[in-house]
Antibody, heavy 118, light 111 residues
């Protein structure tokens, strides 16, 4: 069965960096676009970034993270990543990785919590 | 870019029918498919409707979706409400760059 497992979240100081990982299994990872979606505490869902299938040559970012976050993938390791730099309190959220199936996020991980605080 | 606006909350009694709206701020609602997600407390979201009106496998037919070009909105209708339907519901579409756009979410209370 399809599984997505995020890791790498934690407490980081403002201005710091963090790298999130998402381990995928149960499907041909390279065939799918993948996305990161976040949810601030008590708030709604916010799309963060996506990466195209196969070589991952196409990436897009929400304006709120552009220039600070970088999405990447390693198909050999069935893994998705999100490098987050220059973090601020507004980046505090649960970060979900999701399989992007023709604009439907059909499978989600359980999420990993990122807390930015001094 | 456009926004998707949902009511903050709705409530209805068990066995009744409820409809949650999702209004697109600019551009046609019919331009891009709309999806709906259910999120129970402490859990990740899961899709209940995709491509405007399609149900993923395992989603009961009490859930249905539609779009209305005259009001430029999408709707999620849940009939025969059960207490287990109490959750947050989010509509989602995407823009011309295939970037996801989520509505603000609607808290459904079944009382």
């Amino acid at each position: 069965q399809v599984q997505l497992v995020e890791s790498g979240g934690g407490l980081v100081k403002p201005g710091g960096s963090l790298r999130l990982s998402c381990a995928a299994s149960g499907f041909t990872f390279s065939d799918y676009y993948m996305s990161w979606i976040r949810q601030a505490p008590g708030k709604g869902l916010e799309w963060v970034s996506y990466i195209s299938s196969y070589s991952g040559g196409t990436t897009y970012y929400a304006d709120s993270v552009k220039g600070r976050f970088t999405i990447s993938r390693d198909n050999a390791k069935n893994s998705l990543y999100l490098q987050m730099n220059s973090l601020t309190a507004e980046d505090t959220a649960v970060y979900y990785c999701a399989r992007d199936s023709a604009f439907l996020y059909d499978y989600w991980g359980q999420g990993t919590l990122v807390t930015v605080s001094s | 870019n456009f926004m998707l606006t949902q009511p903050h909350s709705v409530s209805e009694s068990p066995g009744k029918t409820v409809t949650i709206s999702c209004t697109r701020s600019s551009g046609s609602i019919a331009s891009n498919y709309v999806q709906w997600y259910q999120q129970r407390p402490g859990s990740a979201p899961s899709a209940v409707i995709y491509e405007d009106n399609q149900r993923p496998s395992g989603v009961p037919d009490r859930f249905s979706g539609s779009i209305d070009s005259s009001s430029n909105s999408a709707s999620l209708t849940i009939s025969g409400l059960k207490t287990e339907d109490e959750a947050d519901y989010y509509c989602q579409s995407y823009d011309s760059n295939n970037q996801g756009v989520f509505g603000g979410g609607t808290k459904l209370t079944v009382l």
